[in-house]
């Protein structure tokens, strides 16, 4: 198992790592939206917040050897589910054509307030061929 790191993402806020790569696989932690520089949340409606978050999500994909096109799966966490119709329309964007498996469930609440939070399962490049 390899701890991933990037400052292109904002630190993890409790006891876990932005990513464990473990063979192929990449398995990142739930990304939020949080400005990685600032530490601000970015939390003021579901476009914003879908949009910071993916990128965070991106980031952590990056540096553990992954991007968008090699997601296998996502999961998604929406404080409320009114919110899916505008998530998915950005969500959509930075997937294309081809989505991965996911899945997507209304909780209670989200660290810090958040009104998403994103976690995906993806193969690593080097390994993908």
């Not at 932005?18 to 003021?44: E, K, V, W, Y």
């Not at 540096?63 to 589910?81: E, P, R």
């Not at 996911?102 to 994103?118: D, H, M, T």
Request: aromatic letters at 6%; a neutral charge.
């Amino acid at each position: 198992m390899t701890k991933i790191q990037t400052s292109a993402a904002p630190a993890a806020i409790g006891p876990y790592s932005q990513a464990i790569a473990h063979g192929a696989l990449l398995f990142t932690s739930g990304q939020l939206p949080i400005d990685p520089i600032t530490g601000d949340l970015r939390n003021s409606d579901i476009v914003t917040a879908a949009e910071l978050a993916l990128s965070n999500l991106r980031a952590v994909l990056v540096a553990g050897g992954a991007d968008m096109n090699t997601v296998l799966k996502t999961t998604v966490f929406l404080s409320d589910m009114g919110n899916v119709e505008a998530f998915n329309t950005v969500y959509a964007k930075c997937f294309g054509a081809q989505f991965p498996a996911r899945s997507c469930v209304q909780v209670c609440a989200l660290p810090r307030g958040a009104l998403v939070e994103i976690e995906a399962v993806a193969i690593r490049k080097q390994e993908a061929s």
